[in-house]
């Protein structure tokens, strides 16, 4: 899916989701591509708070995202 299909999409998945999946879980805008997708979690995972959803455009190359939910790593 593009960029806005994809945000449209978290956007529902972030109505539908119960607070405590939110609190355990990230769900995030990545890259389709699964070697970009991977750089771009890694990165995400070092400091969450530096990402917003645009923020995966950089990783990106041919405008196809999808939405993936991973579990917060424990502080």
Same mark, same amino acid.
């Given at each position: 899916?593009? !960029? $806005?299909?994809?945000?449209?999409?978290?956007?529902?998945?972030? *109505? &539908? &989701? #119960? *607070? +405590?999946?939110?609190?355990? !879980?990230?769900?995030?805008?990545?890259?389709?591509?699964? =070697?970009? +997708?991977? %750089?771009?979690?890694? =990165?995400? +995972?070092? #400091?969450?708070? $530096?990402?917003?959803?645009?923020?995966?455009? $950089? !990783?990106?190359? #041919? #405008?196809? !995202?999808?939405?993936?939910?991973? %579990?917060?790593?424990?502080?």
């Amino acid at each position: 899916m593009n !960029y $806005k299909e994809a945000l449209k999409h978290k956007k529902e998945a972030l *109505e &539908a &989701a #119960d *607070e +405590s999946l939110l609190k355990l !879980y990230h769900i995030v805008i990545t890259p389709a591509n699964t =070697d970009e +997708s991977y %750089k771009h979690i890694e =990165d995400f +995972s070092k #400091d969450p708070e $530096k990402f917003d959803d645009e923020s995966c455009k $950089k !990783y990106c190359t #041919d #405008d196809e !995202y999808e939405v993936v939910s991973f %579990k917060k790593k424990a502080d």
